[in-house]
């Protein structure tokens, strides 16, 4: 299984508590008046990643995790 990944961001301290690996995912249905990143809602912005693949991402940098967008449970094609 792919979902649509339009970055990833290794230690990054702005997304929450401490440093964090952030995903951000492409595909967002809901369109928020403010939304901060509206390139995330066309979910072909991002390009098709494994799961195992993000897994192995956050498993090597052992930070807290953000899952952010886009919307992280856009349904996956
Ligand atoms: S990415 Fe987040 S803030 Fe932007 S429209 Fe989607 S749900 Fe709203």
Same mark, same amino acid.
């Given at each position: 299984?792919? @979902?649509?990944? @339009?970055?990833i961001i290794e230690g990054t301290s702005v997304d929450g508590p401490g440093l964090r690996? %952030?995903?951000?995912?492409?595909?967002?249905?809901?369109?928020?008046?403010?939304?901060?990143?509206?390139?995330?809602?066309?979910?072909? %912005?991002?390009?098709?990643?494994?799961?195992?693949?993000?897994?192995?991402?956050? %498993?090597?940098?052992?930070?807290?995790?953000?899952?952010?967008?886009?919307?992280?449970?856009?349904? %996956?094609?």
């Open positions: 299984m792919t @979902l649509s990944v @339009l970055d690996t %952030a995903i951000y995912f492409s595909g967002c249905n809901h369109h928020c008046e403010g939304c901060h990143n509206r390139k995330s809602w066309d979910i072909e %912005a991002g390009k098709q990643v494994s799961i195992d693949d993000i897994m192995k991402i956050v %498993a090597y940098n052992d930070f807290n995790v953000t899952f952010s967008g886009g919307d992280p449970f856009f349904p %996956a094609r």
